[in-house]
């Protein structure tokens, strides 16, 4: 997922056990491994209150993080951690992931179909989603015509020179140079990748900035009028301010998704059970949109929300464009590739 927030929700871990009633339920532990400030603590607090299960939550900045972690320390050391899509399926493959037992889980039916058994984990037998969205265009209709921009290609346009947005993520920015070429946004040929940092380097006159700390804020501040910014992110803009608008580019949009995964020698394997029904509880939900702004997968949660969000096509991508978008996958040692064209093109 996006590291879109960079304060700690606290030092290390969140503990809530003051709440417990009796020394048998402060017993019971529930190790988390999330995104920093990727649940609201409000959410911490209750699951604790309701089941007494003490929930000690450590955060990382990046998938390469967690996965070093868990590597180093073992997959016993947490119960519940949230890779992105990509890294579910390698995890998988390298056996640190516990199959699912969705009998433990009642509250799987809220989840909406059309996020579920991905390339990435055919089945769900791994992970299940826990927030997902669109990387698309930001266009702030004060300066733009929104009806101008309809592709990706858009951002290439010598009329906006200096004033382009882009994600700080090296694979969401190749990717849109890789679908403009026709090639796969995961694709391992070397040529392929070269062929999309050449195309991007045509692009960088028109690039202001690399930004994925908060990237609404350069819209709402009038730094930048047209750039890519991820659906939650332009969600929260527009309450703000009604002219910035999300765009699906008709090569389709970037589909990201974060997932509830339990690691394979996880000790508290039955408390990470209960903490992922009780996050996909429509109320759990709702307080996820309302703190963050993402969409969730919970298809209950819209008869929660006001209508004008319930229907919001932002906040809740249409199916027509989840279908065209394409999950990042695993690129195996080509990530290297990847990288080394990213670091030459911030600094060529």
């Known amino acids: 997922m996006k590291s879109l927030f960079t304060k700690s929700i606290t030092a290390c ?4 056990f003051t709440l417990l009633s009796t020394p048998l339920l402060a017993a019971e532990k529930l190790y988390v491994y999330n995104w920093t400030e990727y649940i609201p603590p409000s959410l911490l607090k209750q699951f604790t209150q309701e089941t007494g299960i003490e929930v000690i939550y450590s955060t990382f900045e990046s998938n390469e993080e967690m996965y070093s972690k868990l590597k180093l320390t073992g ?8 890779p992105s899509s990509y890294y579910v399926g390698k995890m998988a493959k390298e056996g640190m992931l516990a199959k699912l037992d969705k009998s433990k ?38 300066d733009i015509d929104p009806k101008k921009i309809t592709s ?3 951002l290439w346009n010598p009329e906006y020179r200096g004033r382009v947005l882009l994600t700080a993520d090296s694979r969401e920015v190749f990717h849109i140079a890789l679908l403009l070429q026709g090639s796969s946004p995961n694709t391992q040929n070397p040529q392929e990748i070269k062929e999309a940092y050449q195309r991007l380097k045509k692009l960088m006159p028109n690039v202001l900035a690399f930004n994925s700390d ?28 009604p002219n910035i608008r999300f765009v699906y ?16 020698d996880a000790k508290h394997k039955d408390a990470a059970y209960k903490f992922i029904d009780f996050m996909l509880r429509p109320e759990s939900a709702k307080a996820m949109i309302e703190s963050m702004g993402f969409s969730t997968p919970n298809e ?49």
């Open 249 to 264: 580019p008709q090569e389709g949009a970037i589909l990201w998704m974060d997932n509830y995964a339990i690691p394979k």
């Open 75 to 82: 997959s016993g050391s947490y119960d519940l951690i949230f």
């Open 13 to 16: 871990t969140l503990a809530f």
């Open 152 to 154: 990706w290609a858009d």
């Open 214 to 241: 908060s990237p609404e804020v350069p819209y709402l501040q009038g730094e930048t009028e047209i750039g890519m910014i991820w659906n939650g992110s332009a969600f929260r803009a527009e309450k703000e301010n």
């Open 300 to 348: 209950k949660v819209k008869t929660l929300l006001s209508p004008e969000d319930a229907t919001n096509p932002v906040l809740f991508p249409p199916e027509q464009e989840i279908n065209k978008a394409i999950l990042q996958a695993d690129v195996g040692n080509a990530i290297d590739t990847y990288e080394r064209y990213w670091e030459k093109l911030k600094t060529d």
């Open 105 to 142: 889980i009642h509250n799987l039916a809220n989840i909406n179909l059309s996020v579920l058994n991905k390339d990435f984990d055919p089945n769900n037998q791994y992970s299940l989603p826990y927030v997902y969205g669109m990387t698309g265009i930001a266009v702030n209709a004060a």
